[in-house]
């Protein structure tokens, strides 16, 4: 489809730069540039909720933070002492 936009000056130049260092036209670097554009106005893909299954028990013990690497570490008995 052929369409006429403005577009500034020093913009349009800097497309036209581009263009030529990658062998392409402008028509390519917009229709890639509106495209980047568009994809990150999408929505986020969801993710499905994720349960971890527990055994035995109620789920975490009090004061567990799985958030916490360095907490986690100390409560299993495994950091170093060094830390």
């Known amino acids: 489809m ?11 130049a ?7 260092e990658r062998g392409t036209t402008l028509t390519a670097i917009i229709e890639d540039s509106l495209r980047e554009v568009l994809a990150r106005r999408q929505p986020p893909r969801r993710h499905a909720k994720f349960h971890f299954p527990t055994f ?6 009090p004061g567990v933070d799985l958030d916490d690497s360095a907490s ?5 008995g495994e950091r170093d002492a060094t830390d």
Not at 14 to 20: F, T, V
């Open 2 to 12: 052929r369409t006429t936009i403005r577009l500034d000056d020093q913009l349009l």
């Open 14 to 20: 800097q497309a036209k730069k581009l263009a030529a």
């Open 56 to 61: 035995k028990g109620d789920g975490l013990q």
């Open 72 to 76: 986690l570490l100390d409560l299993m």
